[in-house]
């Protein structure tokens, strides 16, 4: 019997402790466990701080990417990056806004101009479709009137980021009677989101062709 007792009091660890050991280890438990706890609160802001800078990260990279906007259905190295449209681009939009606008016959011009005005600017929106109905109501009054635009080959095309100055040729067919004449046209553009807003359309300097 004495030798039963005297095994379950060696077992216990705090039979020859005093009464406060028990609070003192309940104690530093605690405090192990609150540090625990901080510990873990402070990672996990961490980790929602790396996220956050993250998602920023992202999100400046998103806005200053390439933007691929092919225009027309035309192919070729054609980008707008950081709001800067490519050479490739700003001669494929040249292009297009000169048939566009200098091509056009009574059969054909309504649906031209429809398409160029797909890429007015809302704020100059009014002031060009004004422009393209003056020309409907000529060929309706002249339906054999026909124009022809062409860049010239022998003058350079110049850009700024704001305006294209073209110089051109065109050819002015009405009644069988042909005239010639060159001058400018000036572009005026913006880059918005990426995508190309023509702003105006003006011709400049249009002289008859010397023979």
Known sequence: M??????RETSNPLADKPASFGIHRYLQGSSNLFEENRLLKFS???L????AVLGIALYTTSQNQRTIVVPF???????VTGGKPSPA???????????????????????QFEELLSIVHPTAYNGIRDSLNAILDELTTNPTLSIATYIRPDQPVTWTD????????KVRVIGGVIRKFRGNLRIRYTIDAGRFWLLSLSEENFDAELR
């Open 44 to 46: 996990i802001a961490g």
């Open 73 to 79: 259905g035309a192919g070729g190295d054609l980008y």
């Open 48 to 51: 929602f701080g790396i996220t």
């Open 162 to 169: 704001r305006q294209i100055l073209v110089p051109v040729e």
């Open 89 to 111: 681009y700003l001669r494929t939009m040249t292009r297009n806004i000169v048939a566009l606008s200098g091509t056009y016959s009574a059969l054909s011009a309504d649906r």
């Open 2 to 7: 004495f030798g039963r007792s005297s095994a």
